[in-house]
């Protein structure tokens, strides 16, 4: 649903030239943000982990007796999410080390399907 409302948001941005000067610039920023936030949302979804989609599409994807294991880490999810997010990334900048690589593996996921979404509507990524 995420990416259906950021094409859908791309596919707005050539109609804001329709509109009067200062509702085209609200329009055009409010399309960028909900184009930029719907992807930011569906990669960070697709995140491996449950109780996440990424979660349940591993679960699928895994033998039996593995899914049963790993959807044993639902209950834990958000804790992990929040070690990885927030706890890991502080731990590294006491330490001098940048411990922050699952923001930097979603900021890269999110810039590849934006640019591919702002490509295939046809908006001009320059």
Known sequence: MNIGLAVAAALAFPLVIYLPNIVAQWAALNLKNGLIINVVLAV??????P???????VVGLLPNVLAK???RLEPYGPMILIGLLIILPLLGSQLGINLDFVSYLISVATNAVLRTILTL???NLA
Do not use: A, E, H, M
């Open 121 to 123: 509507t046809g908006n």
């Open 69 to 71: 294991k790993f959807s």
């Open 51 to 57: 109780p996440l989609d990424g979660g349940r599409i």
């Open 44 to 49: 960070f979804n697709l995140f491996p982990l």
